[in-house]
């Protein structure tokens, strides 16, 4: 990150003209910033079951595009995946953006990455002010599915069974998820041969697939979110 800009005394005749609030302020958000990037990730699997908890984190980009900054809801009866991988993360919004407010346009996440998925009951709605955009899919008999899935939340709760699960793994070591299953080096983690989660519910700020299915998808407004 930019360091802030030094005060010098001018040695002229005429002093140099103070720096403005707005520069102060700019300066203080950008320490707020570069605190956040120094801290080390840490998310503890037994937590699944009643939400993960972000203890700190290690600054890398989730997913390789400025998020909007706009949080959304993803729920689904069950979720099944073969391959399963879970690391710290930061994601960082265009620059500029009118939702980054204090955080100086990032924000932490926790990535969970899945060779192989499919969602029972789909649901994912975005709060728009007033008014909820509202995806629905896989509510029939066939489910929605996905390959090398990521999602970056900053909350996720349900209930979870995992199969040969690994707690503690260096984050770039890990080898179950297949690409996008990785993450930086240093960072805490956790990878698993499967994972099941009943009654999920994630707030997420992105979603990565190389391929995704979405049985009976429908989109529309609604009063109402997930």
Not at 90 to 113: F, I, R, Y
Request: charged residues 15%; negative net charge.
């Amino acid at each position: 990150m930019a360091s802030s800009p030094d005060v010098t005394s001018s040695t002229g005749s005429s002093p140099e003209p103070a720096e403005s609030s707005e520069s102060g302020s700019t300066s203080e958000r950008r320490g707020r910033v570069r605190l956040r990037r120094a801290a080390v990730m840490a998310v503890p699997a037994t937590v699944l079951a009643a939400g993960l908890m972000i203890l700190t984190a290690q600054g890398a980009l989730g997913v390789q595009f400025a998020i909007s900054g706009m949080p959304f809801t993803v729920t689904a009866t069950e979720l099944d995946g073969k391959g399963f991988a879970q690391f710290g993360g930061l994601d960082q919004m265009a620059e500029g953006s009118p939702n980054e407010g204090d955080t100086g346009g990032q924000v932490l996440v926790v990535v969970s990455a899945i060779k192989s998925a499919t969602l029972t009951k789909l649901c994912q709605s975005v709060d728009l002010g007033g008014t909820n955009l509202l995806i629905t899919a896989g509510q029939g008999s066939e489910k929605v599915s996905a390959t090398n899935l990521t999602t970056d939340s900053t909350e996720l709760s349900g209930d979870a069974a995992f199969k040969n699960i690994e707690i503690g793994n260096d984050a770039s070591t890990l080898d179950k998820a297949g690409p996008g299953g990785q993450g930086p080096k240093g960072v805490f983690s956790q990878q698993a041969d499967t994972v099941h989660i009943a009654n999920l519910r994630q707030t997420n700020y992105a979603t990565t697939a190389a391929v995704f299915k979405l049985p009976g998808l429908k989109l529309r407004f609604s009063d109402k979110g997930c």
